[in-house]
């Protein structure tokens, strides 16, 4: 889905050291960190290519037994959506990028990956080195894939529960908004968007993985982006089989800040994922073998706060307050 936040790039860099950061909820978290009088500002950078980010990794260091000091450098956002630094549409690739700071190699998987360039929550990694699968069902985006990402997989299905063939709604105007779901493109018809209704093949996503997953050690992240239809994709896998470290998923219905997630987040936690942190548009996971990420989750969502504010986004979501 492709979102138009307000957009405020800032070369701003501070430092950020706060004590005793502790509380049980979200929204109470947020308001300490934009109010906490007591938070020392002293600089706040970010690298400009991936290979950089080792070097300004965040280091906890323990003061007492009931006291801690957490160092915080927040990269640079910038705008979204086409570089120079990031390229998804949000904070996708600058969250996974804090998460697996100093990660020479990884392997993604990224269910609705659209364009290869604009918006793109892999190309960061790509260009890092990294190496993954990109499932998109449309044809013209598969080309640009092939073209852009030649060392990467490059599958031309979409994903359900079931294999097959299945009915998909081709956007004209924005290739984002292209769905499996029926409702959802009709509500989009409402506001002006035309649609083109297509025969594609579908798969599972265990399937996909069998073909081209079966040797890898480790799924680093996986992210899916399918317009409503996370639900079929994540009945679709066997976690026994295949449980990449980190999961993301966008949860908002399209186009709107209202949350969808409720339908197939027990899914997730069921097969052993504990909830990391929202962006305001996807959610993020690590599967419970993996809870020592978990803190740089929570560095990660200071950083986010702060860039929003200096938006002027929604702290909870997307759009301009």
Not at 250 to 268: D, G, K, R
């Amino acid at each position: 889905m492709h979102i138009t936040p307000a957009t405020a790039p800032t070369t701003e860099k501070n430092r950020v050291s706060i004590q005793s950061l502790c509380v049980s909820r979200l929204r109470a978290w947020v308001a300490v960190v934009v109010m906490v009088t007591s938070a020392v500002i002293a600089g706040c950078r970010g690298p400009a290519k991936p290979a950089a980010e080792a070097a300004s990794a965040a280091v906890p260091a323990a003061t007492t037994a009931n006291q801690s000091a957490i160092s915080i450098r927040c990269p640079v956002r910038g705008a979204f959506g086409n570089g120079p630094t990031y390229y998804s549409q949000y904070y996708e690739d600058y969250i996974l990028g804090y998460v697996f700071k100093g990660y020479e190699h990884g392997f993604y998987v990224d269910v609705g990956a659209n364009d290869p360039d604009d918006s793109s929550v892999t190309k960061y990694f790509y260009l890092a080195g990294w190496r993954g699968i990109n499932i998109e069902p449309i044809p013209e985006l598969i080309e640009k894939l092939n073209k852009s990402r030649p060392e990467d997989t490059n599958k031309g299905v979409a994903i359900s529960d079931k294999p097959g063939e299945l009915p998909f709604y081709k956007s004209s105007k924005n290739s984002g908004l292209s769905t499996l779901s029926p409702k959802i493109a009709a509500s989009h018809r409402t506001n002006g968007y035309e649609f083109t209704k297509i025969l594609i093949p579908v798969t599972t996503l265990t399937a996909v993985l069998d073909e081209h997953a079966k040797g890898k050690s480790e799924i680093t992240f996986m992210n899916v982006d399918v317009e409503g239809f996370e639900k079929q994709v994540f009945s679709s896998i066997d976690f026994k089989r295949y449980t990449p470290r980190v999961i993301m998923a966008e949860s908002t219905a399209p186009l709107t800040e209202a949350p969808t997630y409720q339908v197939w987040e027990p899914i997730l936690i069921n097969n052993g994922y504990i909830f990391a942190m929202s962006d305001g548009l996807n959610r993020y996971y690590v599967h419970k073998t993996e809870e020592k990420l978990l803190p740089k989750f929570i560095e990660a969502n200071y950083c986010v706060l702060r860039d929003k504010l200096e938006k002027g986004l929604h702290l909870d979501g997307f759009k301009p307050r």
